[in-house]
């Protein structure tokens, strides 16, 4: 959950680059725009977005949301599918979804509204059995790849793993999805590194592990206080979960300076990250800007067109104002943790345990009051804890499709060091 500040940071980013340029000329606003990555005309994309869309005067047709081909949406709220995708890993350049989440630019109640997904919410995919849900879009790029269509990282890679992302959320959720945004795991690097560092509190502890995985030319002080962080460091940093034992009893645990460690530590990190990154974003020149927009667009892929982007910016310093409402699914208290079998190997999976609620109160949330009854609506039937599912994600070059080769998903294996591998049932890694 932690790691949606990270993406939704990088977004508004994004937005407010576009907006502080938008001044500058539509020529220049071309130009930078030009530099994102367009997937016009792809599949699945419904109405466009229109300044009617997302203008906050408009007079709706609709009285609220409405339910089409099984899905609700109404006019006045655009749902935009947020990925942000970990395609780091060599053995792995599809990547997976490690982060997901909906951005509902809600123009009927003036809200802006973010649905964070766990990633191990175990569900129904379509045409893929059941797995967790941050497996979709490994399973709609690789589908591209094998067949042929596409090469891994490519933009009809990504936007058959971000299409299947949409058809597994409409399916079991029941909102309809408009639009994606795909980000690409090294964009937050390039943010920070354009920015010129950021300043972070660290235990001595921390700047060690830093010091071993993070992979960065420079070496960390090993002491406790202040310290100046690069891109690849400061990723690092705001992935750090350890805790528990490893397999030879030592004690792994990794607390930040509140003494806090696994995801609470975690979480705790990366708003110190993003809060030193908005607060140097807020003293950057035009020049800065500028190179954030040309070094960050480049990694964001989206099936938005350009002229709806064009259509939005009149609209986005007002939408940016709106409050900011944030919602996880699932609820506390609304999922278990068993271990199911996938691909052969028990995996540890967050399995939903009141499907009717989870579905209407995440509608309710989207959607308020302004919509039919929602309480018949419940999660695409799945398999339940103690069952097998034939869930293999598929291990791949950069350009071709390996015969029969494939890798247990389940256990995140990440050969970088910052992945999920579990060790007698504790985070043996920092990653996320």
Known sequence: MARKYIIRNVLILVLSILVLVAGSGCIYVDSLIGHGNFVDGSEGTSMPITPSTIDSGTTFNSAGANQINGMLKDEAITNILVLGIDDYQKDDPIGRSDSMMIISLDNRHKKLKLTSFMRDIYLAIPDHGSNKINAAYHFGAYDAVKDGKAKAGDLVSVNAGAQLCIKTVELNFGMNID????????????????????????????????????????????????????????????????????????????????????????????????????????????????????????????????????????????????????????????????????????????????????????????????????SHIGLAVSSRAGTSSNGNINSIDSNSVSSDASSEYQTDTDTTGTGDSNVNSTENDSGN
């Open 179 to 374: 639009r994606y945004v795909v980000v690409k795991n090294s964009a937050f690097d390039d943010v920070i590194g354009i920015l010129g560092g950021v300043d972070v509190n660290l235990t001595a502890k921390e700047a060690a592990l830093i010091n071993k995985n993070s992979g960065a030319g420079a070496t960390l002080e090993l002491k406790n206080g202040v310290q100046h962080l690069d891109g690849a460091q400061a990723h690092y940093y705001g992935r750090i979960r350890q805790e528990g034992f490893d397999q030879y009893g030592n004690n792994i645990t990794v607390p930040n300076v509140y003494g806090h460690y696994g995801d609470r530590g975690r979480a705790e990190r990366q708003r110190a990250v993003v809060t030193s990154l908005v607060d140097k974003f807020k003293v950057s020149n035009l020049a800065t800007i500028s190179k954030l927009a040309s070094g960050i667009l480049p990694k964001v892929i989206t099936n938005f067109t350009r002229n709806e982007i064009y259509s939005l910016l009149p609209q986005s310093l007002t939408m940016m104002n709106y409050p900011i409402k944030q919602n996880q699914i699932p609820a506390e208290g609304n999922y278990t943790t068993p271990n199911i079998d996938i691909g052969g190997t028990p995996a540890s999976v967050m399995q939903i345990t009141d499907n009717q609620k989870v579905v209407k109160d995440a509608l309710t949330f989207i959607y308020e009051g302004d919509k039919p009854d929602v």
